[in-house]
Each structure stands twice: as structure tokens, then as C-alpha cells.
């Protein structure tokens, strides 16, 4: 099946710094991926959806100036957490779908100190 | 809004058992259900994809049943291991190519 690679796995980070994380598709080209957050215990929950060459679509109530997304090519999309706080601690998990089966990258767990 | 629920959130079971596990979701019109497993701190592995033409799929020892009209999914897998311990996370699609809504997930654990 399709690969989705997701880097990095994990990352800790102090208060006020930036962390970027880099989602691929390795084997085919993702015109859409997908940022999903999922706290513990909770569901996945969608953040913004990326689309290749135009601005990210941001779900109600995540700030798009703090989660920034690119997605340059057709087969990289990258979400940086700009002045993480440590409530932006949780587990990041980006997604893509070919004929309409949806693969997901290993996820990024965050911690902020 | 669509809303997807699970339950149970949590299952134990000695190895051998078959067992379901129950997703059921508000809106009807959906464009297909997804069912997942996901290991502690790991990604998300794809088990079953059901498209909403469908009312079943099988794979192995798993086969996830869809009954669009009740807002409802299945996934019954049968003879359980110690290694099919992990969360089961249901997910639907309201649309070709949008974004998955998910359950909270089972927590499934099976004793040797």
C-alpha cells in the first residue's frame, strides 16, 4: 500500500521555540494531506486540511498563525508549531488518501518544556 | 455534524475469544467507514476499508459489517491473540477525499 512517512517521531522543545514537522508521501502524490492532533485518552481530531500550491484550510478554533502549513510539492507537507507552549504538547499525525483509502504517517509526539 | 462513537472505550478478553466492537455514527450519508488500529505512541494501520455501497469487508481474522441506514459498523474479530492488543479506532468519510471523523476508539487487551 501506500507509504506516508512522517519525521520527526518524537521532539521536545523548550517554551517559545518553534518545531517543524515534515509529512511525505512516499510512493504516490498527495494533492491533499491531512494535520490531525490527538491528545491522550481523546480521538484524532482534524486541525487543517494542506492543499498542494494554495493556503491551508483551518479548522474552527486552531490558529493558523500558530500552526503554520506548507505544502510545496506534491508530496511534502510541513506543519511548524510556532512559540509552542506547553499545552501544545500532543501527539500530531498527518494523513493522505488514495482512492479514497486514507494512510497515515508514524505521528510526531511533542513535548513542550 | 457528523459524530462518531465507540464503545466499549475499553476491552479485556482471554486469548481465543472472538469479540466485537461497535462504532456507530449520526449522519447516514456517508462515503465510506474506515476502521484502524493503533498501537501506544505509534501511527494509525489500516485494517478495513468499507465503501457505502457496502455492507461488509473481511481481512484475515477481522470483518467489519456497515449498516449505512442505522448509522452503524462492526468490527468482529475472531480468535483473538495477545497481539491484537491495541486501540481500534473507527473512522468515517462524508465525502471522496475529505477528512476522516473519528471515534475515540477501543482499547482492546487479550491475555495469554
Known amino acids: 500500500g501506500a507509504v506516508v512517512s512522517q519525521h520527526p517521531s518524537w521532539v521536545i522543545c523548550k517554551s517559545g521555540t518553534s518545531v517543524k514537522i515534515e509529512c511525505r508521501s512516499l510512493?504516490?502524490?498527495?494533492?491533499?494531506m491531512f494535520w490531525y492532533r490527538q491528545f491522550p485518552k481523546q480521538s484524532l481530531m482534524l486541525m487543517a486540511t494542506?492543499?498542494?500550491?494554495?493556503?491551508?484550510?483551518?479548522e474552527q478554533g486552531v490558529e493558523k498563525d500558530k500552526f503554520l502549513i506548507n505544502h510545496a510539492s506534491l508530496t511534502l507537507s510541513t506543519l511548524t508549531v510556532t512559540s509552542a507552549h506547553p499545552e501544545d504538547s500532543s501527539f500530531y499525525i498527518c494523513?493522505?488518501?488514495?482512492?479514497?483509502?486514507?494512510?497515515f504517517g508514524q505521528g510526531t509526539r511533542l513535548t513542550v518544556v | 455534524k457528523q459524530e462518531v462513537t465507540q464503545i466499549p472505550a475499553a476491552l479485556s478478553v482471554p486469548e481465543g475469544e472472538n469479540l466485537v466492537l461497535n462504532c456507530s455514527f449520526t449522519?447516514?450519508?456517508?462515503?465510506?467507514l474506515q476502521w484502524f488500529r493503533q498501537d501506544p505512541g505509534k501511527g494509525l494501520t489500516s485494517l478495513l476499508l468499507?465503501?457505502?455501497?457496502?455492507r461488509e469487508q473481511t481481512s484475515g481474522r477481522l470483518n467489519a459489517s456497515l449498516d449505512k441506514s442505522s448509522g452503524r459498523s462492526t468490527l468482529y474479530i475472531a480468535a483473538s491473540q495477545p497481539g491484537d492488543s491495541a486501540t481500534y479506532l473507527c473512522?468515517?468519510?462524508?465525502?471522496?477525499?475529505?477528512?476522516?471523523?473519528f471515534g475515540k476508539g477501543t482499547t482492546l487487551s487479550v491475555s495469554s
Open positions: 494523513s493522505a488518501q488514495v482512492t479514497g483509502l486514507a494512510f
Open positions: 510512493d504516490f502524490q498527495a494533492t491533499t
Open positions: 494542506s492543499n498542494e500550491g494554495s493556503k491551508a484550510t483551518y
Open positions: 449522519d447516514s450519508a456517508i462515503y465510506n
Open positions: 468499507i465503501q457505502s455501497s457496502q
Open positions: 473512522a468515517v468519510g462524508n465525502q471522496a477525499g475529505t477528512a476522516l471523523i
